[in-house]
Each structure stands twice: as C-alpha cells, then as structure tokens.
C-alpha cells in the first residue's frame, strides 16, 4: 500500500510538472497585439535618431533602407558622430547629397565621464525637428519599407512611448537569437500588462518633449550602455506604451564579432541594478527556469527510481511525462517562432532553454569579476 501511495504521487507530481511547466515559458509568455493602434490614415512627422561611432561600413549598407522608406509622412534621419576615426564622415557626407532629408551632427572628443552614446542620442534628440522620434543603431536594419509606417501606426495622442521587435540578423548563433527572442517576449508582454519595464530592441519610438522635459539620461549618463532600458523604465507608465508586432516594424541587428555581443549581453546586468520595477520581471523568469529544471530533474530521477525498483508503472509514466513536456514545448516555442518569423530549428530549443540559464549564470559571474569601471565612462 506504500508503494502505492508513492507511485500514485510520483505520477501525478510528474503529470502535473509536464502540463504546467512548458506553459510557464518565455515564448508562451510572448506578447499579444489586443489593443487596435493607431490610424494610417493620420502618420505624424518622424525624425529618426542613429549614435554611430566607426560605423562607415555599417552606415553605407544601413542607411539607405531607412532613408527609402515608403512612408506617406514626412520624416528625417538625423545621424550624430561619436567622433569617429574611421571614414564615418565621408559616408553621411556622401548620403547626404543624395537624400536631403538626411541630417548629421557630432560630440567632441573631448568628452569625459558620462556615455558617449547617451550624449550623442541627446544631441540628435535635440536636433530632431519632430514629436515623435525613432532611436535606433547603425548597425541595425528594417526588414520592410513599411517599417516607418509600421510604428508610426503606434503613435496615437494616448501614448508617449513605441516599442517595436527586434532581434539579430540571421546569420547571428541560433543561440543567441532565441535568447534574444525569449527576453524580447518577456519585455513586451510586461509592458503590454500595463508599465513597461525594459527595451531589449534597437527599435524605440518616444516623444521629444517626454524625453526633453524629463531631462533625459540625466541620472543615468554615466554608465556606458543601457539607453533603450533606461529610457523605458524612466519615462514608461501604466498604459502609456505602445507595443507593435506587426512583422512590418521589426528591426534586424548585425553584431559580427562574438566579444561584443556577449559584452552588450554583460552590460545589461549592470544596467538593471539601477532599474525600478525590477522584482515581479525578474520573479517571473526566475519561476519559469526553476520550474523547467525541476520538471527535467524529477522525470530524471523517477527514471532512476523506477529502474532500481524495478516499477514499471513509474517508468512509463515517468517517459510519458517526458514525452508531454517535450512536445508541448516545441508547440509553444513553433507558435512563437512562425508568428516572429524566426529562423530556429525547432528542435534544439529543448537545449537552448536548459542552456539559457547556465548562459545567464557566466553572464553574471562575468559581471561579477569585471572591474566597476568597465560599465563606467571614464
């Protein structure tokens, strides 16, 4: 009879694990478009924003798929040079006397002790002839012509804040594109419940004045990264954020070197030491990677323990269980990845969510080890 009431806890503690746990999941957590955005009909004037340092490669390529786009508003690019040394200048020079809507500006190098890339964004804030801004990269790209209109459609008079999806480029590690994926799912879906939290997209819409009256990266120049994560958390309220996920306004980031995307990745655990709001985010993805480890680890040793017991009725259930967890992870994570339109092998996400949080951890101990000084302009 003892054996008994074990089994039958065993196999509905594993049952149970297997239905729960693929649901509590950062792709089953991604964002839904419930709430009908804005009129086309009635596009605002945009002024698009890009911080380029050593960016002539990366300008050159980029450029042009934002200045072309088809957008029936009128709309600029206002590009600030955090003084460069490479032929950065000659490129804008060279844009510029094919598209008049493209405007340039710069910082001094002589600038000390606050983020150079925060600075600069402010100077194109201030040059920007328009309400609504766009702040990107220059290493980042829209995927569609339409990707002006896209997130436009968010800028209604209700909103002060447009956010857009964004990942790295295809030929990015599948890895990193599904991290990507996954904390870009946690991040809308946070602001689509009410206050936004955080950007992990180089694809940000806000108001000017917003930004301008609130005095901008001002309790935040110092640190070197984190603009689209500070600018969300500091001027984010309840419902004040638009989230657009048509597939139109997604913006595709190039990073080539390795080093400087796991830099860009350890920068943010830094930045959300100084972000408000940062405990209910971050219980959330902490529950749903205990939950998966628990799930695997139980089926695991119930494995163990039907083999030496030689119960056959854990066993099955204990492969079943595997069987349910596993399936329904790959429905929730295809369902995520074809309405993103993703490139990721269905297959290995299964490992790259176990993965995902041994990935975090190096991250972590990463930050942990490094000098304080990295994340600060000296």
């Not at 909103?159 to 994926?181: C, H, M, P, W």
């Not at 139109?248 to 990073?255: G, V």
Request: hydrophobic share 40%; with cysteine; net charge positive.
């Amino acid at each position: 009879m003892t054996m008994d009431i074990v089994t039958i806890t065993i196999c509905c503690s594993l049952l149970l694990l297997a239905i729960i746990s693929p649901f509590c999941n950062g792709l089953f957590r991604k964002p839904r478009q419930k709430t009908k955005i804005g009129d086309l009909n009635k596009l605002p004037s945009l002024s698009v924003v890009i911080a380029a340092h050593d960016s002539a490669i990366e300008l050159q390529k980029n450029l042009p798929l934002i200045l072309e786009q088809e957008y029936d508003g009128e709309f600029e690019v206002v590009v600030v040079d955090e003084s460069s040394t490479d032929n950065t200048t000659d490129v804008i020079k060279l844009l510029k006397s094919k598209y008049p809507n493209l405007y340039s500006t710069f910082i001094p190098s002589t600038s000390r002790y606050l983020s150079r890339k925060k600075l600069a964004l402010t100077i194109g804030m201030k040059a920007a002839k328009n309400e609504w801004v766009i702040i990107t990269d220059a290493n980042c790209y829209p995927t569609s012509k339409n990707w002006l209109s896209t997130m436009a459609s968010g800028c209604s008079d209700d909103k002060d804040l447009v956010i857009g999806y964004g990942n790295y480029s295809y030929n990015t590690s599948a890895f990193l594109r599904y991290e990507r994926l996954r904390t870009a799912c946690y991040a809308l879906s946070a602001a689509m419940r009410g206050t936004a939290y955080r950007c992990n997209t180089c694809n940000l819409a806000l108001r000017k004045s917003v930004f301008m009256n609130n005095n901008g990266f001002l309790k935040n120049l110092k640190y070197l990264r984190g603009e689209y994560d500070f600018i969300v958390n500091e001027f984010a309220s309840k419902n004040n954020t638009a989230i657009v996920l048509n597939l139109d306004a997604t913006i595709r980031q190039e990073i080539v070197s390795r080093k400087m995307r796991i830099d860009s990745l350890t920068y943010y655990y830094e930045t959300r030491k100084h972000l408000k709001r940062s405990f209910l985010y971050r219980f959330i993805q902490f529950l749903d990677s205990a939950l998966l480890h628990i799930s695997y680890v139980a089926i695991i040793l119930s494995i163990i323990y039907a083999i030496l017991t030689s119960n056959t009725v854990v066993l099955s259930v204990s492969l079943s269980a595997l069987i349910i967890t596993l399936a329904l992870r790959l429905l929730v994570a295809r369902k995520t990845i074809k309405h993103l339109k993703e490139e990721l092998n269905i297959c290995m996400i299964p490992f790259y969510e176990i993965y995902s949080l041994w990935f975090n951890i190096y991250l972590m101990i990463r930050h942990k080890l490094s000098d304080k000084h990295d994340f600060i302009r000296k």
